[in-house]
């Protein structure tokens, strides 16, 4: 199961990444114990969200429950190789999530909190951008 919206008014929009992120979104822990916060502007396609919500399932299993704050919603086409010039944009290729700085991903709540932080260092080095960790209480964990 991929993440893809249910709905969208166009399947093939311009696609440019706004630097100016709205006030109150994304920014503040609700739901987790551990946060994984964006340091930079990046990308996120639907396939690396549901690779890494397949690795957190089995690391975690159920001791441990993910909240993702990210959703892909930004359409991403491409056009087949060897083609020429003209006849309109080109097929949907995938879907991607824009993320700004100081966004956060997700969020988990687990009582292991030795497994938490070094399963997050893990992921962190899978990510196209620079992220940081933190807990619940606004403590920045290398």
């Excluded at 166009?10 to 114990?33: A, C, Q, R």
């Excluded at 551990?34 to 340091?39: E, G, H, K």
């Amino acid at each position: 199961m991929l993440l893809t919206p249910k709905k969208s008014k166009f399947t093939k929009t311009f696609s440019n990444i706004n630097t100016k992120s709205k006030l109150g979104t994304k920014k503040t822990i609700k739901f987790g114990n551990f946060v994984l916060i964006s340091n930079q502007i990046g990308y996120i396609t639907n396939f690396q969200l549901e690779n890494l919500r397949k690795t957190l399932r089995k690391i975690f299993k159920k001791s441990g429950k993910i909240f993702f704050r990210i959703f892909p919603t930004t359409p991403i086409t491409k056009k087949p190789n060897e083609t020429r010039l003209g006849k309109g944009k080109g097929q949907l290729k995938y879907w991607t999530c824009i993320v700004k700085k100081n966004d956060i991903i997700f969020e988990i709540s687990s009582p292991i909190k030795r497994l938490t932080i070094q399963t997050l260092k893990t992921i962190k080095f899978h990510l196209s951008f620079k992220t940081t960790l933190f807990s619940r209480n606004k403590r920045w964990i290398l």
